[in-house]
């Protein structure tokens, strides 16, 4: 059996049909002189087009075999994630993170405490709405100040609000 070259398929990109260089397609390509089916000879470049002519851009091929990289558009990447979480039943926080908060938090109370698991997750379940609520209220305290973006001062009026905890001191007139 011969040995034969083996062209990958990015030096095929910008070769017509019957194989001819400098066509269509190409970047800085220049036809080549010499012996017919010589492969690799100097002055022939070949290069994936892609966005402002970057190598290896990912993106769906088109009929001339250039690469078309695919635009998305902004917020389209936040907002497939919050479709995909809001679809989940899945937990947010790692157990294993929030078990070890739980834990150390606990043993500066009383050092010789111990949790079972359901009450670790039921302890996790609760935390979790907790803070899912908190952050849809501060989100509408800034959908109501005309802002997309959520700030800390949204969600200081929200804890003022709900009462939870106190923003200034221990002696703030809506502790009482």
Known sequence: ????????????????????????GTKGTKGTKGRKGKKGTKGTKTTTKGVKGRKGTKGKKGA??????????QGRNALREIKKFQKSIDLLIPKQSFQRTVRSVAIEYRPDIRF????????QEATENLIIGVLA????????????????????????????????SESAPWNN
């Open 116 to 123: 079972g698991s359901a009450a670790l997750h039921a302890l």
């Open 1 to 24: 059996m011969a040995r034969t070259k083996r062209v990958s398929n990015r030096a095929q990109v910008g070769k017509s049909k019957r194989g001819k260089k400098g066509t269509k």
């Open 64 to 73: 001339k075999g250039v690469i078309k990289r695919r635009k998305i558009n």
């Open 137 to 168: 209220d501060t989100n509408l305290c800034a959908i109501h100040a005309k802002r997309v973006t959520i700030m800390n001062k949204d969600m200081g009026i929200v804890r003022r609000l709900r009462r939870d905890l106190p923003l200034l």
